[in-house]
């Protein structure tokens, strides 16, 4: 028991979405805990074994997984598109394509291996659309994901404030968190966990684009943001990525874990109740 269950040492890790932001900072924590990283995005990173991965192609899938082998202890899912992207392009990239890397990389992970998933706070509806995001998460492989695709998009074209791919993202991360939560069954007899982290008002590509959307960082803060309006920064969501796919999480699977600064459930009920006054604290010799 102690630190080393946090530590990465002798594991040989996947950080997709490597070259920016949240998975960035990811890559650069697990390497700093003592991982092999292997950096997949669509352009080359700073950090890591850069290997090319294009989430919308089924080929770039395969060959990425087929260039990196095994063994694979940690598969951090972090690449995505926002809201601002085309609709067919979010749910093939977020989902079906995020969907059958996993597949292609499962193969490769021993007894003791993790999984962790960026969906979102978007994804908070969840429970009500178990009906909606079915018929997608049984689909059976690529191709029939992203025909369902062609046969669909149609439904998630606009979104709020007239985002081009609004619902597409939701529904994307409500998909992935469902799906998330039943393949932790599936893969609980081979020793391998799976969980998904969502992040809010992270300053990142994707809150960089929701900033334009909504017209500056004031009005940004003022929908995403936690408790005071702070923003996260990528590491924040780094760290916490990191403990789910460490040692130290080994009874932790099949969950959605809130990394938001308020912005989710503590803030969507914010004013369901009203809490009886603190009492008044003297700092400095408490309980002296």
């Keep these: 028991m102690g630190i080393e269950k946090f530590s990465y040492d002798g594991k040989r890790v996947i950080v997709t979405g490597a070259a920016s932001g949240i998975g960035q900072a990811t890559a650069e924590v697990v390497e700093s805990l003592g991982a092999e990283v292997i950096a997949m995005d669509i352009v080359e990173t700073s950090v ?7 989430l919308s192609d089924r080929e770039s899938i395969e060959s990425a997984a087929a260039t990196v082998g095994g063994p694979v202890h940690g598969l951090f899912n972090v690449a995505g598109l926002g809201s601002s992207s085309a609709p067919d392009k979010v749910i093939l990239v977020d989902f079906v394509g995020t969907r059958h890397l996993i597949d ?8 003791g291996s993790a999984i962790a998933n960026v969906a979102s706070w978007g994804n908070n509806d969840w429970r009500n659309q178990l009906d909606t995001v079915r018929p997608l998460i049984e689909t059976d492989g690529f191709e029939a994901g992203a025909q369902w695709i062609v046969d669909n998009v149609d439904a998630f074209r ?35 966990r799976i969980n998904t982290e969502s992040p809010n008002a992270t300053m990142s590509g994707l809150y960089r684009g929701f900033i334009d959307q909504m017209g500056g960082e004031e009005q940004a803060a003022a929908v995403a943001s936690g ?28 969950i959605d874990l809130l990394v938001d600064g308020g912005g989710g459930i503590a803030k969507k009920y914010a004013d369901a109740a009203n809490l009886p006054p603190m009492a008044e604290v003297s700092h400095g010799l408490a309980g002296a």
């Design 227 to 254: 408790l005071g309006g702070r923003r996260g920064e990528p590491e924040e969501q780094a760290y916490a990525l990191a403990f789910l796919n460490s040692d130290a999480a080994s009874y932790i699977t099949g």
């Design 48 to 54: 890591g074994k850069y290997v090319h991965l294009d």
């Design 104 to 111: 292609c990389v499962v193969p490769y992970m021993p007894r």
């Design 158 to 192: 606009g979104g709020a404030h007239g985002w081009q791919g609004g619902n597409a993202y939701r529904f994307s991360k409500e998909a992935l968190t469902v799906y998330t939560f039943l393949k932790a069954h599936q893969l609980a007899p081979l020793g391998i």
